[in-house]
C-alpha cells in the first residue's frame, strides 16, 4: 500500500486554473494507475482521469480538453492540472493509486470554483 497526500485546492474564480499534486510515500514507477477522482455534496464519487505507469491516459468525458493528468516517477509525484474550471467542478478531489489489486487513496483536497 501507498500513502498519498493532496495540495493543491483552493477558492477560484469560474474559467480559472489550478494546479493539484500528489505526493506519494514510495516509488510509484511500478503502480499500474494513479488517478484523480471527485466528489461533490450529495454525490457519489466519479473518475476524472488516471494515467497508467505506461502514461496512457482517460478522461471523463466533462473534464476532456480542460483537465490534463501527469507523473513525474522520479519524484512519486502525480498533478491534475485544471483549466477553465466551472463551478460544477466543485468538489473534494481525490488521488489514487491502484496497485496489485490493492487501492490506495489520499485525504482529498478542496476545490471550490465561484464567484
Known amino acids: 500500500q501507498v500513502q498519498l497526500v493532496e495540495s493543491g485546492g483552493g477558492l477560484v474564480q469560474p474559467g480559472g486554473s489550478l494546479r493539484l499534486s500528489c505526493a506519494a510515500s514510495?516509488?510509484?514507477?511500478?503502480?499500474?494507475?494513479m488517478g484523480w477522482y471527485r466528489q461533490a455534496p450529495g454525490k457519489q464519487r466519479e473518475s476524472v482521469a488516471a494515467i497508467t505507469s505506461g502514461a496512457s491516459t482517460n478522461y471523463a468525458d466533462s473534464v476532456k480538453g480542460r483537465f490534463t493528468i501527469s507523473r513525474d516517477n522520479a519524484k512519486n509525484m502525480v498533478y491534475l492540472q485544471m483549466n477553465s474550471l466551472k463551478p460544477e467542478d466543485t468538489a473534494v478531489y481525490y488521488c489514487?493509486?491502484?496497485?496489485?489489486?490493492?487501492?490506495?487513496w489520499g485525504q482529498g483536497t478542496q476545490v471550490t470554483v465561484s464567484s
Open positions: 514510495r516509488s510509484i514507477f511500478s503502480i499500474h494507475a
Open positions: 489514487n493509486a491502484l496497485s496489485h489489486g490493492v487501492s490506495s
